[in-house]
């Protein structure tokens, strides 16, 4: 299995924020990656496909970026609804794997 | 607009089998070409891989559960389902259907999630 490990685990912020997240997969997946946005007891928001294409609908605030095994998630601006968990996923091969996740927290 | 929804017993003896149905409103499973997947998250932790079941009926699962798992779709119905045998204390989670488009690779629409708590 592929394994995705992001980093932080956790971290606190500011409305206003830039805040940046890191996905590392265990081996290339090229641009096979895609994150999502979690809630408290809400099913995950897809946010990314492809490693930088942006889902319709979602705020131009939100960046992706990387290829092979180093990836990136950056909120440029971090808003009071963007406190949340994110989550990477590959879809290079199954079975498709999701990071750990990375809360981010109001400092 | 495509909208999911997981049923189930919310609680399931050790050793039994976790039944959950996922029912498919707002479009045709059989229509289009879907990965219809599980997922699952124990409370507190990151996001778990079960399987999916193709439009063609082709399955694939994830090798760590694949001796105790089964997806399957009911065309009829518009649902597709899980059975997992054998469950633990470690097989209680909020479990999640999902859909993904194969040459994508993403989920793009999701359940709410429903929680199985296994526990005698």
């Known amino acids: 299995d592929i394994q995705m490990t992001q980093s932080p685990s956790s971290l606190s912020a500011s409305v206003g924020d830039r805040v940046t997240i890191t996905c590392r997969a265990s081996?290339?997946?090229?641009?096979?990656l895609n994150w999502y946005q979690q809630k408290p007891g809400k099913a995950p928001k897809f946010l990314i496909y492809?490693?930088?294409s942006l889902q319709s609908g979602v705020p131009s605030r939100f960046s992706g970026s990387g290829s092979g095994t180093d990836f990136t998630l950056t909120i440029s601006s971090l808003q009071p609804e963007d406190f949340a968990t994110y989550f990477c996923q590959q879809s290079y091969t199954t079975p498709w794997t999701f990071g750990q996740g990375t809360k981010v927290e109001i400092k | 607009q495509v909208q999911l929804q997981e049923s189930g017993p919310g609680l399931v003896k050790p050793s039994q089998t976790l039944s959950l149905t996922c029912t498919v409103s707002?479009?045709?499973?059989?229509?289009?070409?879907?990965?219809w997947s599980w997922i699952r998250q124990p409370a507190g932790k990151g996001l778990e891989w079960i399987g999916r079941v193709y439009t063609s009926g082709s399955t694939n699962y994830n090798p760590s559960l694949k001796s105790r798992v089964t997806i399957s779709e009911d065309t009829s119905k518009n649902q597709f389902s899980l059975k997992l045998s054998s469950v633990t204390a470690a097989d209680t989670a909020v479990y999640y259907c999902a859909r993904a488009s194969p040459g994508k690779g993403y989920y793009d629409t999701w359940g709410q999630g429903t929680l199985v708590t296994v526990s005698s």
């Open positions: 707002g479009g045709s499973i059989s229509s289009g070409s879907y990965y």
């Open positions: 492809a490693a930088s």
């Open positions: 081996q290339s997946i090229s641009t096979y």
